[in-house]
């Protein structure tokens, strides 16, 4: 079986400020990793995955996330963040050998204050 | 227009009454998801079809019944619909790669409150 954590549910920070949000998973076989977006009142909406090769992935709006297999760590970061970052985000999880199940983290809502 | 639509959108109802819930998908996906999110805990699975004669239980089915009428539209049902159903309700679509790194897209889901 396989899980996912988001040890933060809220993340509050400045414009302009850094963030990471944090996630940790477990899985006994390899797994692809994903982040997912979801603004108010809208579905979600992929931000970047990790399937393979370099463990930096660049997303859409100046995110990124890095593996960290040790840590089993995908972290999700942005060097710069603007108002219109304020959403929930959540991390997900696909086993190699899970077909096509992901598992979401619990969420983690990123409020941006001016 | 949206690629992935749910109808309605919010729906309030009362315990013990029939409910369901459609999503039609414009991507020319085989796969369809039905998840519900309830805060703190994610996304959580209810159905999977990957295709019109293939449906799955995920990981909470209890309760809930699904119809894959066409490619293009998967319903959800509530049989008989409980407070604890009350949740935001989501579709989902992805391309049949059968490698697991094809992307889910997701519909703008479904408000349901039970009384």
């Known amino acids: 079986a396989q899980s996912v954590t988001q040890l933060d549910s809220q993340v509050p920070v400045f414009e302009e400020a850094p963030v990471e949000l944090r996630c940790n998973y477990s899985s006994s076989v390899s797994v692809y990793l994903f982040w997912y977006v979801q603004y108010p009142n809208q579905g979600l909406q992929l931000l970047l995955k990790y399937l393979s090769g370099s463990t930096l992935v660049k997303g859409i709006n100046g995110f990124e996330a890095e593996f960290n297999k040790s840590q089993t760590s995908f972290h999700l970061r942005k060097p710069s963040v603007h108002i219109s970052d304020t959403a929930e985000y959540f991390c997900a999880v696909r086993n190699h050998n899970a077909g096509n199940m992901l598992t979401f983290g619990g969420g983690t809502r990123l409020m941006v204050k001016p | 227009d949206a690629d992935v639509t749910q109808t309605p959108r919010n729906r309030i109802t009362k315990t013990g009454k029939r409910i369901m819930l459609e999503c039609s998908q414009t991507?020319?996906?085989?796969?369809m998801y039905w998840y519900r999110q309830d805060p703190g805990l994610g996304l959580r699975l209810i159905y999977y079809s990957f295709d019109v004669k293939d449906i799955n239980k995920g990981e909470i089915s209890d309760g809930y019944s699904v119809s894959r009428q066409a490619q293009a539209k998967f319903s959800l049902s509530l049989e008989s619909a409980i407070p604890n159903q009350t949740a935001l309700y989501f579709c989902a679509t992805s391309d049949a790669t059968g490698s697991g790194t094809d992307t889910q897209y997701f519909g703008p889901g479904t408000r349901l409150t039970v009384l």
């Open positions: 991507k020319g996906h085989d796969r």
